[in-house]
């Protein structure tokens, strides 16, 4: 399973701020099975973050983007990465921010999505390295299954006994 | 309380896997107070799941869509749902997949909505028997006063003591 | 922190019902630190409810709307706030329906949203005092640090030690 890594950081971009989200959900994927094959850092413009989505979704199974997904003025991820889903998956995001509260209240603050372009899952987590590798967590073990449904190595609403992860 | 049940299956329509979920469906309503007035198999495909929605739609209090909720390529009922909806309840469908959750973590999969057009309430639940009988548990004692409001039966945001069922 | 509450409910509005929710809103508020500085009572009209959010949108830090976010015929508060939302917040009307089934199962009926526009929260609440008065209980203690965020007052994605709130 291949994965890119987007950090949306105009602070990030602009070399001002360290850009640690990045690093920290790739290290995650990475420890959980995933072939990262790059990251990027874009500025929290929208037409930069769908380039920036739309290269990465030709290139890999998932795509992550960190950042972005508040409610401050410049944060638009969620919007953008709305643009280019085909599906969203709003279970996968309502579960980031349900899992997210055991560690902060704030988590219910994050409007990151969770939604699929073509064969690729795409994966809007917070822009601190914690609350990205948290989400990630949140939500890793459903990855490798979404990935077969997206390739169509499942069938369709029944998942084979060996994909299906038994209940957490 | 009329109900009709539609499977949204390729390989059900096509003869190819006997429908189950269909009539999992359809028992479980009818031992739940439904009068259960037909039953439907259309292939995932997106003209076709909105004409029987819309005849549905146009005949019962409920309309329970089973199928076509995942995100293989072919699950397209939620999004064709959402085109004969006046109105989503997301909250139906939040608590569908977090009590689903008490019995597989794939439930936060299920991408069906829950929504209204007049007077009937319409319902997606997964394509397994399993799945659509436990998100059909989950909701099944908020029906009776979804149907009541849809059909101005109970005052506006206030149950009278009669239809407000218990705290489960 | 400024606050409007309007009331949207036909029968307030024409004077059949007492409004309960709106004053019940606005006790809640000023008791948690809010300057509430104005109401309105609207009726069921999605252009009454547009320029009354509108209007308090250019007043107030915070605008709670009560009312309107069940599924009856009229209650079109929800689809008519997103029309004024430049962005939602889903995981805070998850939480307020997540808690409210504390109290009630019919928690999860209420459509209600929340979302900013500008430098404004917008908070959809139901039209009855408990359940008014519920929701805004399941999510106050976030309101400063998301009205903090609208104002540019700390930092992106970061809450500064002063505003993080202990975990709950």
């Known amino acids: 399973m291949t994965a890119i890594v987007i950090t949306v950081s105009d602070s990030s ?6 850009d640690l989200s990045g690093p920290a959900a790739s290290d995650y994927l990475l420890d959980h099975g995933f072939d990262v094959r790059g990251s990027a850092i874009v500025p929290d413009d929208a037409a930069q973050i769908k380039d920036a989505l739309l290269d990465a979704c030709s290139r890999a199974d998932l795509v992550v983007n960190t950042g972005g997904t508040g409610i401050a003025a410049r944060d ?3 919007e953008v990465t709305r643009t280019v889903c085909e599906k969203l998956v709003d279970g996968v995001s309502e579960l980031m921010r349900s899992e997210g509260r ?9 409007r990151g999505i969770c939604g699929t372009r073509g064969k690729t899952l795409i994966l809007n987590v917070p822009g601190s390295p914690k609350g990205a590798v948290e989400s990630l967590a949140a939500v890793i073990h459903l990855l490798p299954h979404m990935i077969d449904l997206l390739h169509g190595r499942t069938g369709h609403d029944k998942p084979s006994p060996a994909n299906a992860t038994p209940k957490k």
Chains 1, 2, 3 share one sequence.
């Open 13 to 18: 971009f602009n070399g001002v701020r360290e």
């Open 102 to 110: 055991r560690h902060t209240h704030l988590a219910v603050l994050s």
């Open 76 to 78: 638009i991820t969620p």
